[in-house]
């Protein structure tokens, strides 16, 4: 809606992970430098964590891109999954045309494709996504997963990545062992104010905007404090000042625009009524001119009474014995 008005090529603050956009911030740029030597010196478990919306997708979108295209991904989503639905969606991930009835069958046909892939020199990937949520005898269960190796090498690199609670469930005694076999651990964390004016002027340049200082410093600023320097809430709220300077026709957006949509954010009910009760006080120019048309016949009626009355009291006069008034 509003990029032409801004000269965006493509909306530059959508909430999908679009791996073009990640802002590298100097922990993001760590963080995928660590993923990449992970996966590609088969460390074996790999944990990234963050908070909620600090970019841990977008980061794991931009490692994947940068693997050998032959490299075979599993990618699970839903860590409400037991072992038996991991293995299931992986094999299924993988390409591989599961027969297995039992958990051991999945075992042995996760085995034949990692030895297979590892002849030709593939090393597959399975990232866990939320793993935060994953129950500990799931975890321990991934943990035997890494038993498939060679004498020199893992055949397969796995991913653990979620929020901060992903690491307190790791040091738990139960999971010590898993402990033990993580080979790499990556944090990120929240930009810092500066960070956020830098992030959003480079999503603004990717998305081909030619003035890249649409944001005051003052926005940006308000920006920071409301967001925490979360990405995601950064995202949103800006996308909200742009739909809302559009509204105004404002080229630059200021930190008044900016308050208006973080209290948009936080009591959409209010806005929203005050935004009725604005329009219910303009009449249409439908209401305008039944109003108007209303005004005129009342003025018309009187007219004629009165000159209904005026001609019956001359008629009372002319009468005999008449009076005048």
């Known amino acids: 809606m509003y990029l032409s008005f ?97 958990h051991a069958q999945r075992l042995f046909e996760l085995n034949e494709f990692l030895i297979d892939q590892h002849k030709k020199g593939s090393s597959p990937v399975l990232v866990i996504d939320e793993a935060q949520n994953l129950s500990v005898p799931t975890l321990e269960a991934v943990r035997l997963l890494s038993n498939f190796e060679t004498t020199s090498q893992k055949l397969m690199q796995i991913l653990l990545v979620g929020q901060p609670e992903l690491r307190d469930k790791l040091n738990l005694p139960e999971l010590r062992q898993l402990k033990q076999r993580v080979g790499l651990r990556c944090h990120i964390a929240a930009l810092s104010p500066e960070e956020t004016r830098q992030y959003i002027r480079h999503r603004l340049r990717i998305a081909g905007a030619t003035d890249a200082g649409i944001f005051s410093d003052a926005a940006i600023q308000k920006i920071s404090d409301y967001s925490q320097g979360t990405p995601r809430v950064i995202n949103i709220v800006c996308d909200h000042c742009l739909l809302s300077g559009y509204a105004d026709s404002k080229r630059r957006i200021d930190a008044g625009i900016v308050q208006e949509a973080v209290e948009y954010l936080e009591e959409g009910e209010r806005r929203e009524w005050k935004t009725r009760r604005s329009v219910s006080l303009v009449p249409s120019n439908g209401a305008l001119w039944a109003a108007r048309s209303g005004v005129a016949l009342l003025v018309v009626m009187i007219i004629f009474l009165l000159a209904f009355a005026a001609n019956a009291l001359g008629w009372l006069a002319a009468m005999p014995g008449g009076t005048h008034p």
């Open 6 to 102: 801004y000269g965006l090529r493509e909306a530059p603050f959508a909430p999908t992970p679009d791996p073009k956009f990640l802002f590298q911030s100097p922990r993001h740029r760590e963080a995928l430098a660590q993923l990449i030597y992970g996966v590609r010196e088969r460390k074996g478990f790999i944990v990234l964590t963050g908070e909620i919306g600090t970019g841990k997708t977008t980061l794991l979108r931009t490692l994947l891109e940068r693997l050998d295209a032959t490299t075979p991904v599993a990618y699970v989503h839903n860590s409400a999954l037991d072992i038996e639905g991991l293995l299931e969606y992986i094999l299924q991930d993988w390409g591989v045309k599961s027969v297995a009835q039992t």
